[in-house]
């Protein structure tokens, strides 16, 4: 990854973070456990899906047949 794209990274998951932490319930937000809970949840059920799909779209449009090996 370059240093661009960390960047651009970082701040497309700072973004996402911020929508995540807007549409969990306050009472989750009050300690560091509740908090790493949430967003376990959060990925477990929206950004892990989200990731998978595009790994998976990528992986069915490489052409078949040919091996870089």
Avoid: C, W, Y
Avoid at 25 to 37: N, R
Avoid at 48 to 63: C, H, L, N, R, W
């Amino acid at each position: 990854m370059t240093p661009s794209e960390a960047r651009q990274l970082k701040r497309h998951l700072q973004s996402a973070a911020k929508i995540l932490k807007a549409n969990t319930p306050q009472d989750q937000l009050g300690d560091f456990e509740s908090i790493e809970l949430a967003a376990r949840q959060h990925i477990i059920e929206t950004v892990g899906p989200a990731i998978g799909e595009v790994f998976f779209q990528q992986e069915t449009q490489k052409p078949s047949g040919k091996s870089d090996r």
